[in-house]
């Protein structure tokens, strides 16, 4: 069985308000409107950006989608989690005064944000799955409550999955604190203390205190939680370690994890990427980002193994070269996607329906 993928190309230099109509487009075309009765809750999930960044869609994405949704007759709300570094969105409240300077409001969406997994990020429900790893995952509550699902998400690259979309965004940001944490447990970076300037950065953005910097950075492996933020914030080339080895299992947990949430809502979600400045490193970077190839388009579908490949696929075939190989050869970034597969998330083959 192949799933059906929509796919609408963007010109170069569109502004977020164009990508808005082409998405809308899509909706209207895949008949997304049909998964949404009166007064359904719609959780609307979406990275708000982190303090510094600038590659995150922007609001008039958000509140696009949260227009059709009510027009739907539904209750939409947006919605993202909490993180486990130390950044501006570690607490809810945190959160959502960034949401503020980042013009998410709900004068302009035209609808709430509610943080899914609460003030601290541990409410959660437990959800049963059957994995390679695990048997429950525990999902993000409002992800949980939540009667339908639009999961918008912006492609990038990513310093340990390789590449980061819609099974990322979902594995990652609809889940509590302890998905985050037990999907990245298990991974120790070393510190080169040669190339080590003690900056400090690290410190700063480990969530779990696992870094101590005098002469040099120094890492307490009893406390590091694997999550990679040190590897990703280090300017210095100073952090390294058997990344392709933690790549592998961190991607089969991803893809777990989204599963959680995909198989409560499976008739009533629905998947946007959108691959425009597709940054080398995902949102959750406080800082600037180049685009590392020109704007692709957006890309749809209810089955999130099938709209990530459909995206990977078809930037291979705009550039005759895969992007997220080229940024970081030593990864196999498809593993998500192909443990997705067995594990009954969606399906790699898909029909392609371009909308224009
Ligand atoms: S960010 Fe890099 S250079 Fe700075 S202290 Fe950490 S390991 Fe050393
Ligand atoms: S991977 Fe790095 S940032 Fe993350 S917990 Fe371990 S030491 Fe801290």
Redesign the pocket.
């Known amino acids: 069985m192949e799933s059906l993928v929509f796919f609408s190309p963007v010109k170069p230099a569109e502004t977020p308000e164009q990508h808005a109509r082409r998405a809308m487009k899509i909706y209207d075309k895949a008949g997304f409107a049909q998964q949404i009765v009166k007064d359904d809750l719609v959780a609307l999930k979406q990275h708000l950006g982190e303090k510094g960044g600038d590659g995150y869609l922007r609001p008039p994405i958000a509140t696009a989608f949260a227009r059709a949704v009510s027009k739907a007759g539904g209750k939409p709300f947006v919605t993202d989690s909490t993180t486990l570094y130390r950044g501006q969105r570690s607490t809810a409240v945190d959160y959502l005064n960034l949401c503020q300077a980042h013009g998410f409001t709900a004068e302009a969406l035209g609808c709430p944000v509610i943080i899914a997994d609460g003030l601290r990020g541990n409410s959660q429900v437990m959800v049963k799955i059957m994995g390679k790893h695990y048997q429950q995952v525990p999902i993000s509550s409002a992800a949980y409550h939540a009667d339908a699902l639009v999961i918008v998400s912006h492609v990038t690259g990513h310093c340990v999955s390789g590449y980061a979309a819609a099974i990322k965004n979902v594995a990652m940001g609809l889940v509590s604190r302890a998905g985050k944490m037990s999907q990245h447990h298990g991974?120790f970076?070393i510190i080169d203390a040669e190339k080590c300037t003690a900056c400090g950065t690290?410190a700063r953005?480990?969530?779990?205190e696992?870094?101590t910097v005098k002469k040099v950075a120094k890492?307490d492996q009893t406390k590091?939680?694997?999550?990679?933020?040190?590897l990703a914030v280090c300017r210095f080339d100073a952090v390294g370690g058997a990344w392709g080895e933690v790549a592998e299992r961190l991607q089969e947990k991803m893809a777990e994890h989204c599963l959680g949430v995909h198989q409560i809502h499976r008739d009533k979600i629905c998947y946007f990427n959108f691959a425009t400045h597709i940054s080398s490193e995902c949102d959750c970077f406080g800082i600037k980002q180049k685009a590392e190839c020109p704007d692709l388009g957006i890309i749809a579908g209810s089955d999130p193994v099938a709209v990530d490949q459909a995206t990977i696929d078809l930037l291979r075939e705009r550039r005759s070269t895969d992007l997220f190989h080229d940024l970081r050869p030593e990864i196999d970034h498809e593993i998500q996607l192909r443990h997705g597969e067995d594990i009954g998330l969606g399906t790699r083959k898909y029909k392609l329906v371009t909308v224009k």
Not at 205 to 208: K, L, Y
Not at 224 to 230: N, T, Y
């Open positions: 991974n970076p690290c953005w480990c969530p779990a696992a870094i890492l590091c939680i694997g999550c990679g933020e040190c």
